[in-house]
């Protein structure tokens, strides 16, 4: 028997805490210069509350084939990735009305 969600109350495999989450997260997507006049896309304002920022980091990394990091509420990514960040984070279920570049 699978244990039951405190906050919605459904058990754990049908829980929608997170797709509720992504959809009311306002997201922020810009580039910074980091050392030596490297590109770095940063990601913020995704609550870490519902939604695993690790898993996140990793899929993104992976999708992108480049480094990048999660620290202090913002994923870090290597390069410029601003028009392709926001597709993909769409497709992972974020409302895309809420994620400004």
């Known amino acids: ?16 805490c997170e797709t509720i989450a992504k959809e009311e ?3 922020r997507i810009r580039t910074d210069r980091k050392r ?5 896309t940063i990601i913020e ?5 519902n939604i695993d920022l690790k898993q996140l980091t990793k899929k993104l990394k992976n999708k992108f084939a ?14 410029n990735h601003i028009g392709r960040v926001k597709k993909e984070l769409i497709k992972l279920g974020f409302n895309s009305e809420m994620i400004e570049e």
């Open 36 to 40: 030596y006049g490297k590109l770095m």
């Open 45 to 49: 304002g995704i609550e870490s509350d």
């Open 66 to 79: 480049c480094g990048g990091t999660f620290k202090e509420g913002r994923i870090e990514l290597q390069g």
């Open 25 to 27: 997260q306002r997201i």
């Open 1 to 16: 028997m699978s244990s039951i969600c405190s906050k919605c109350g459904l058990p754990q495999d049908l829980c929608v």
